[in-house]
């Protein structure tokens, strides 16, 4: 793909704070010497910690009509529900957080619903044992691309929605077809783009510091590739770097084998994301085997795992999202914190994506993307340099046989290639 002036420009960009990145070698400030981001799909923090001892959890929601109605049991397999950037400001409704009825796919009242401690026995224990964040917000107050954007360089140009026009085998740069909506904050007007950006990204930090990095993805042809964010990167998709792009399969030999990089993102097959309508038993276990084999591996003593849900997926929420800039923060998602270095709370101090950035620059005192990752709360006061927690080795469960109807939105959505048609209305 050819490069136009602005390709250029931000090249430039790019090389020039990495040359000046070369000159200071990083400084490890903590025992921390392996972060694991594991990146879920799909579900706000009431759907699935509303009920949780100490949280700042609801088990009613307003509706657009004044009424406060309960929050009922979901299904292990719920409808996967619109969550675009429009859909999010019109639920949230200025902060009144009463307008989710109104939105396409909840029906009546479909989206107002939430788990108990049964449906996600592992998620809860990790929660008891650790840490879980329950003021913690999206980046972006879209879904799930510019929030994977987020998370490796505390912003998505201007993308506010999900790629158009994409197949199975492709999301970003390779997405030859593709557009996506992009939104300006000073004119407040909206506008296409392709989904591939040259901006610098946290692993181009990491680069010029010498601290390694790895991001597990499904790759091209698998559901679940919409994920893999450095596809959206030309300068990493056509370069040297898309080797520490892996195949999520590899993930868990990794860990057991200490060959874990020093920072590694981890998104998962479609199947096992938590994305509705795919079984969250299924996506919870694989989120053990992948919490197993790092406490189960060499490097379990220096790593700290942070898990999160990359938007709330059409889920009520009964907290307003703060407002950080014309993007976002979006609306609230669970973080859970593992790692030897922690004592069990639950944490209540603001966070968002950019806090996860703005840990691994605290931690190797490396240089800050953005005004979003600068200003974001680190997440150091997390931690307890004194503890001492113990690894939790914890069982799969078995996965509630589906239903027929279930299997074939399933299946169409991942011949789709991408997330339901429903994220864009």
Not at 350 to 373: C, G, H, K, M, Y
Request: proline letters at 7%; charged letters at 15%; aromatic letters at 12%.
């Amino acid at each position: 793909m050819p490069m136009n002036k602005n390709d250029i420009r931000d090249l430039i960009g790019i090389a020039t704070l990495l040359l000046l990145l070369v000159a200071a070698a990083p400084c490890q400030t903590t025992p921390i010497q392996h972060v694991v981001i594991l990146i879920k799909e799909n579900h706000s923090f009431d759907s699935l910690f509303g009920t949780f001892p100490g949280a700042n959890g609801a088990t009613s929601g307003m509706t657009s009509n004044g009424s406060v109605i309960p929050l009922s049991h979901a299904s292990d397999t719920p409808p996967n529900f619109s969550h675009t950037w429009q859909m999010f400001i019109l639920a949230e409704h200025g902060g009144k957080m009463d307008r989710f009825d109104k939105t396409p796919g909840c029906g009546t009242y479909a989206c107002y619903t939430q788990y108990q401690q049964p449906d996600i026995p592992n998620y809860w224990a990790y929660a008891q044992q650790y840490v879980l964040a329950d003021n913690f917000f999206s980046s972006s107050n879209g879904p799930s691309y510019p929030n994977h954007q987020y998370f490796i360089a505390s912003q998505s140009g201007g993308a506010v929605n999900n790629p158009q026009g994409v197949t199975l085998g492709s999301w970003g740069c390779d997405a030859k077809a593709a557009v996506v909506q992009t939104f300006d904050l000073a004119t407040k007007k909206y506008g296409k783009t392709v989904p591939c950006f040259d901006y610098l990204t946290l692993g181009d930090v990491l680069d010029a510091a010498g601290v390694s990095w790895q991001y597990y993805a499904p790759t091209a042809k698998v559901a679940g590739y919409i994920w893999s964010a450095y596809d959206a990167i030309r300068h990493v998709r056509y370069g040297a770097d898309w080797e520490n792009v892996r195949d999520q399969k590899n993930f868990e030999l990794d860990a057991l084998a200490g060959r874990l990089a020093a920072v590694n993102w981890v998104t998962v097959d479609w199947n096992e994301s938590d994305h509705p309508s795919a079984s969250l038993t299924k996506g919870e276990n694989r989120a053990v085997s992948i919490v197993n084999a790092v406490m189960q591996g060499p490097d379990w003593p220096t790593t700290a795992i942070f898990i999160t849900w990359d938007d709330p997926g059409g889920f009520y929420d009964h907290v307003p999202p703060p407002y950080i800039d014309g993007y976002g923060a979006g609306m609230r998602v669970p973080l859970l914190a593992i790692s030897p270095y922690v004592t069990p709370q639950v944490y209540h101090e603001q966070a968002t994506i950019d806090s996860l950035l703005a840990f691994v620059e605290a931690n190797w005192q490396l240089p800050s993307l953005t005004i979003r990752d600068a200003s974001a709360n680190n997440l150091m006061d997390l931690f307890n340099w004194n503890a001492k927690a113990p690894a939790l080795a914890l069982r799969p469960r078995p996965v509630p046989k589906m239903t027929e109807r279930t299997k074939g939105l399933i299946r169409k959505q991942q011949r789709d290639g991408k997330e339901s048609e429903g994220d864009e209305r």
